[in-house]
Protein backbone atom coordinates (compact mmCIF):
# COMPACT_ATOMS: atom_id res chain seq x y z
CA UNK A 1 0.00 0.00 0.00
CA UNK A 2 1.15 3.61 -0.81
CA UNK A 3 2.26 5.51 2.26
CA UNK A 4 1.58 9.16 2.48
CA UNK A 5 5.17 10.13 1.08
CA UNK A 6 4.57 8.06 -1.64
CA UNK A 7 1.68 9.48 -2.76
CA UNK A 8 3.05 13.33 -2.48
CA UNK A 9 5.08 13.15 -5.10
CA UNK A 10 2.31 11.90 -7.33
CA UNK A 11 -0.04 14.91 -6.27
CA UNK A 12 2.48 17.49 -7.05
CA UNK A 13 2.82 15.90 -10.95
CA UNK A 14 -0.81 16.15 -10.96
CA UNK A 15 -0.84 19.74 -9.97
CA UNK A 16 1.92 20.26 -12.35
CA UNK A 17 0.31 18.70 -15.30
CA UNK A 18 -3.23 20.29 -14.68
CA UNK A 19 -1.43 23.99 -14.29
CA UNK A 20 0.82 23.47 -17.53
CA UNK A 21 -2.58 22.39 -19.25
CA UNK A 22 -4.86 25.37 -17.74
CA UNK A 23 -1.76 27.61 -19.01
CA UNK A 24 -1.56 25.93 -22.12
CA UNK A 25 -5.21 26.51 -23.04
CA UNK A 26 -5.05 30.34 -21.84
CA UNK A 27 -2.25 30.56 -24.06
CA UNK A 28 -4.44 29.34 -26.70
CA UNK A 29 -6.97 31.72 -26.47
CA UNK A 30 -4.77 34.61 -25.91
CA UNK A 31 -2.34 34.21 -29.08
CA UNK A 32 -4.95 33.79 -31.33
CA UNK A 33 -6.76 36.98 -30.47
CA UNK A 34 -3.47 39.28 -29.80
CA UNK A 35 -1.08 37.22 -31.73
CA UNK A 36 2.80 36.63 -30.60
CA UNK A 37 3.12 40.27 -30.34
CA UNK A 38 -0.08 41.53 -28.86
CA UNK A 39 -0.19 38.82 -25.95
CA UNK A 40 0.93 39.50 -22.44
CA UNK A 41 2.16 36.80 -19.82
CA UNK A 42 -0.35 39.00 -17.49
CA UNK A 43 -3.38 38.08 -19.88
CA UNK A 44 -2.43 34.58 -19.80
CA UNK A 45 -2.47 34.30 -16.62
CA UNK A 46 -5.33 36.39 -15.69
CA UNK A 47 -6.99 34.21 -18.41
CA UNK A 48 -5.92 31.02 -16.62
CA UNK A 49 -6.94 32.38 -13.46
CA UNK A 50 -3.48 32.00 -12.10
CA UNK A 51 -0.54 34.54 -10.83
CA UNK A 52 1.61 35.34 -13.04
CA UNK A 53 4.50 33.91 -11.42
CA UNK A 54 3.05 30.60 -11.74
CA UNK A 55 3.26 31.17 -15.97
CA UNK A 56 6.72 32.14 -15.94
CA UNK A 57 7.75 29.38 -12.85
CA UNK A 58 6.03 26.56 -15.79
CA UNK A 59 7.38 28.38 -19.20
CA UNK A 60 9.72 30.99 -18.39
CA UNK A 61 9.26 33.55 -21.55
CA UNK A 62 6.52 33.97 -23.52
CA UNK A 63 8.44 32.08 -26.89
CA UNK A 64 8.86 28.96 -24.65
CA UNK A 65 5.07 29.07 -24.20
CA UNK A 66 3.98 30.21 -27.58
CA UNK A 67 6.07 27.30 -28.94
CA UNK A 68 4.69 24.96 -26.43
CA UNK A 69 1.14 26.23 -27.94
CA UNK A 70 2.38 25.56 -31.70
CA UNK A 71 3.93 21.91 -30.54
CA UNK A 72 0.69 20.82 -28.36
CA UNK A 73 -1.51 21.61 -31.36
CA UNK A 74 0.73 19.87 -33.98
CA UNK A 75 0.67 17.10 -31.89
CA UNK A 76 -3.03 16.93 -31.72
CA UNK A 77 -2.83 16.76 -35.81
CA UNK A 78 -0.24 14.13 -35.41
CA UNK A 79 -2.89 11.93 -33.35
CA UNK A 80 -5.58 12.75 -35.77
CA UNK A 81 -3.73 11.09 -39.04
CA UNK A 82 -3.37 7.91 -36.64
CA UNK A 83 -5.76 6.15 -39.40
CA UNK A 84 -2.80 6.08 -41.59
CA UNK A 85 -1.11 3.68 -39.35
CA UNK A 86 -4.04 0.89 -38.78
CA UNK A 87 -3.86 -1.06 -41.95
CA UNK A 88 -6.93 0.26 -43.27
CA UNK A 89 -7.26 1.37 -46.94
CA UNK A 90 -7.47 4.83 -48.58
CA UNK A 91 -11.39 5.09 -48.04
CA UNK A 92 -11.28 4.10 -44.52
CA UNK A 93 -8.59 6.09 -43.41
CA UNK A 94 -8.89 9.28 -44.84
CA UNK A 95 -12.89 9.72 -44.20
CA UNK A 96 -11.92 8.96 -40.59
CA UNK A 97 -8.81 11.51 -40.83
CA UNK A 98 -11.04 13.84 -42.60
CA UNK A 99 -13.65 13.69 -40.22
CA UNK A 100 -11.46 13.88 -37.12
CA UNK A 101 -9.41 17.03 -38.69
CA UNK A 102 -13.15 18.63 -39.88
CA UNK A 103 -14.35 17.67 -35.57
CA UNK A 104 -10.96 19.58 -34.22
CA UNK A 105 -11.65 22.77 -36.16
CA UNK A 106 -15.51 22.89 -34.69
CA UNK A 107 -13.91 21.68 -31.45
CA UNK A 108 -10.44 23.95 -30.99
CA UNK A 109 -10.82 26.68 -33.57
CA UNK A 110 -8.16 28.85 -31.75
CA UNK A 111 -5.46 26.26 -31.74
CA UNK A 112 -5.92 26.08 -35.80
CA UNK A 113 -5.59 30.09 -35.40
CA UNK A 114 -2.79 30.37 -33.89
CA UNK A 115 -0.71 27.99 -35.99
CA UNK A 116 -2.90 30.33 -39.45
CA UNK A 117 -1.87 33.26 -37.60
CA UNK A 118 2.24 31.99 -37.39
CA UNK A 119 1.91 30.50 -40.79
CA UNK A 120 0.84 33.80 -42.36
CA UNK A 121 3.32 36.13 -40.94
CA UNK A 122 6.19 33.99 -42.05
CA UNK A 123 6.36 31.23 -39.41
CA UNK A 124 9.16 33.57 -37.73
CA UNK A 125 8.81 32.59 -34.51
CA UNK A 126 8.46 28.85 -35.22
CA UNK A 127 11.73 27.33 -33.98
CA UNK A 128 13.48 24.86 -36.26
CA UNK A 129 12.52 21.91 -33.60
CA UNK A 130 8.69 22.13 -34.77
CA UNK A 131 9.37 21.60 -38.68
CA UNK A 132 11.93 18.43 -37.90
CA UNK A 133 9.22 16.82 -36.03
CA UNK A 134 6.42 18.13 -38.94
CA UNK A 135 8.59 17.15 -41.88
CA UNK A 136 9.22 13.22 -41.19
CA UNK A 137 5.29 13.05 -39.98
CA UNK A 138 4.32 14.54 -43.15
CA UNK A 139 7.15 12.35 -44.84
CA UNK A 140 5.71 9.19 -43.44
CA UNK A 141 2.55 9.95 -44.29
CA UNK A 142 2.95 10.17 -47.89
CA UNK A 143 4.60 6.69 -47.78
CA UNK A 144 1.05 5.43 -46.85
CA UNK A 145 -0.38 7.22 -49.57
CA UNK A 146 1.88 6.26 -51.96
CA UNK A 147 1.12 2.37 -51.18
CA UNK A 148 -2.25 3.32 -51.53
CA UNK A 149 -1.49 4.58 -55.31
CA UNK A 150 0.97 1.39 -55.87
CA UNK A 151 -1.51 -0.99 -54.92
CA UNK A 152 -4.23 0.56 -57.48
CA UNK A 153 -6.52 2.03 -54.43
CA UNK A 154 -6.67 5.57 -55.61
CA UNK A 155 -5.71 7.36 -58.29
CA UNK A 156 -1.96 8.94 -58.81
CA UNK A 157 -1.61 12.27 -56.90
CA UNK A 158 1.33 14.44 -55.01
CA UNK A 159 0.96 13.03 -51.51
CA UNK A 160 1.95 16.56 -50.16
CA UNK A 161 -0.16 18.63 -52.10
CA UNK A 162 -3.36 16.01 -51.43
CA UNK A 163 -2.30 16.84 -47.78
CA UNK A 164 -2.21 20.50 -47.86
CA UNK A 165 -5.42 20.31 -49.45
CA UNK A 166 -7.10 18.97 -46.67
CA UNK A 167 -5.69 20.76 -44.47
CA UNK A 168 -7.04 24.07 -46.42
CA UNK A 169 -10.47 22.28 -46.11
CA UNK A 170 -10.84 21.27 -42.91
CA UNK A 171 -9.12 24.05 -41.01
CA UNK A 172 -11.11 26.45 -43.05
CA UNK A 173 -13.98 25.73 -40.28
CA UNK A 174 -11.56 27.16 -37.56
CA UNK A 175 -9.88 29.91 -39.36
CA UNK A 176 -12.47 31.44 -41.29
CA UNK A 177 -15.59 30.42 -38.58
CA UNK A 178 -16.96 34.21 -38.43
CA UNK A 179 -17.43 34.22 -42.11
CA UNK A 180 -19.01 30.36 -42.42
CA UNK A 181 -21.35 32.02 -39.45
CA UNK A 182 -22.05 35.41 -41.35
CA UNK A 183 -22.99 33.52 -44.33
CA UNK A 184 -25.16 31.11 -42.69
CA UNK A 185 -27.53 33.68 -41.32
CA UNK A 186 -25.21 35.05 -38.81
CA UNK A 187 -25.84 31.62 -36.91
CA UNK A 188 -23.47 29.22 -36.36
CA UNK A 189 -23.76 25.59 -38.14
CA UNK A 190 -26.07 23.54 -36.53
CA UNK A 191 -25.07 19.69 -35.54
CA UNK A 192 -27.25 18.28 -38.54
CA UNK A 193 -25.62 21.28 -41.06
CA UNK A 194 -22.34 20.47 -39.78
CA UNK A 195 -22.43 16.35 -40.66
CA UNK A 196 -23.83 17.69 -44.03
CA UNK A 197 -20.34 19.47 -44.75
CA UNK A 198 -18.43 16.69 -43.25
CA UNK A 199 -20.02 14.08 -45.44
CA UNK A 200 -19.30 16.31 -48.85
CA UNK A 201 -16.11 17.34 -48.21
CA UNK A 202 -15.40 13.61 -47.80
CA UNK A 203 -17.25 12.58 -51.03
CA UNK A 204 -15.97 15.34 -52.73
CA UNK A 205 -12.05 14.40 -51.99
CA UNK A 206 -12.63 10.62 -51.96
CA UNK A 207 -13.88 10.70 -55.55
CA UNK A 208 -11.56 12.93 -56.93
CA UNK A 209 -9.21 10.47 -55.47
CA UNK A 210 -10.99 7.62 -57.57
CA UNK A 211 -11.59 6.54 -54.11
CA UNK A 212 -15.07 4.32 -53.12
CA UNK A 213 -16.45 5.51 -50.18
CA UNK A 214 -16.76 2.96 -47.89
Same mark, same amino acid.
Not at 30 to 59: D, M, Q, S, W
Not at 176 to 202: C, H, K, M, W, Y
Given at each position: ?29 ? #? ?8 ? *? ?43 ? *? ?52 ? +? ?5 ? %? ?12 ? #? ?23 ? +????? +?? %? ?21
Amino acid at each position: MATLEDQKPRHKAKIREENQQLILRAAEEV #FAEAGFKGAT *TAAIAARAGLPKANVHFYFPTKQELYEEVLSDILEAWFEAAASFD *TGRGPADALTVYIRTKMEMSRQRPLGSRVWANEVLHGATMTSQEVWNRMKPWLE +DCALHIN %QWIAEGKMDPVEPR #FLMYMIWATTQHYADFASQIEILNG +DAPLT +DA %QFEAAIAQVTRILLKGLGIRET
